[in-house]
Every structure is written in structure tokens, then in C-alpha cells.
């Protein structure tokens, strides 16, 4: 079992930037973040598997950069240029699965996910 700890939400102003971290206790293959809004589905933001290859939602596309420290296990979410709209719970998410998996399963739907830290922006 792997647990998710996420940090580095907050409240910032339209156009600002804020760093989400998700340190994880083991290593997985695939990790990901996704996104709830008030009144809103969950939302895939970006994905990112152990060799570095990325897919991100169009919404973020631009301004959204994830990365991962492999020899740490934490996964980050750099994000930019931060809009109202980005308001949200975000949740770090991890898998072992591999290959196609990884690349197309909802993030929400990763056999571990954190408790969330909360982004919103003004």
C-alpha cells in the first residue's frame, strides 16, 4: 500500500503561481493529479509515468508543468498563470499499473490517491 501526501495548495490571485508536492510513501509507475470544483465532476489534470513521458488536460495545457522526483517519490504540479476556474481540490493519484493504462485511465480512477489540498484562486 502506498499513501499520498499532498501540500502546497492556497489562495492566490488570478495570473499567480502555486507548487503542489505529493511526497509518496513507495515508489509506483504512474502518478497524476486531478481536480474537483465546487459544483463540478472531477476533472484529469496531468499524468506523468516513471520515464518522464506527460499527458495533460487541454484545459492546463501551457501553464500546468508536472514532474517527478524519482529518487524521493514525490510528484509535483507547477502551476501557472493560475485562473478562477483552477479553483479546486486537487488530489495526487499513483499507480503501479503500466503501459496503456497509465496513458489512458482517469486519474481518479488510480488504486491510490491522497486526501487533497485545497487551490483557490481570486
Known amino acids: 500500500h502506498v499513501q499520498l501526501v499532498e501540500s502546497g495548495g492556497g489562495s492566490v490571485q488570478a495570473g499567480g503561481s502555486l507548487r503542489l508536492s505529493c511526497a509518496a510513501s513507495?515508489?509506483?509507475?504512474?502518478m497524476g493529479w486531478f481536480r474537483q470544483g465546487p459544483g463540478k465532476e472531477r476533472e484529469v489534470v496531468a499524468r506523468?509515468?516513471?520515464?518522464?513521458?506527460?499527458r495533460y488536460a487541454d484545459s492546463v495545457k501551457g501553464r500546468f508543468t508536472i514532474s517527478r522526483d524519482n529518487a524521493r517519490n514525490i510528484l509535483y504540479l507547477q502551476m501557472n498563470s493560475l485562473k478562477p476556474e483552477d479553483t479546486a481540490m486537487y488530489y495526487c493519484?499513483?499507480?503501479?499499473?503500466?503501459?496503456?493504462?497509465?496513458?489512458?485511465?482517469?486519474?481518479?480512477?488510480?488504486?491510490?490517491r491522497g486526501q487533497g489540498t485545497q487551490v483557490t484562486v481570486s
Open positions: 493519484a499513483a499507480d503501479s499499473g503500466g503501459g496503456g493504462y497509465c496513458y489512458s485511465a482517469p486519474v481518479f480512477t488510480f488504486g491510490y
Open positions: 506523468i509515468d516513471s520515464n518522464g513521458y506527460t
Open positions: 513507495g515508489y509506483t509507475y504512474c
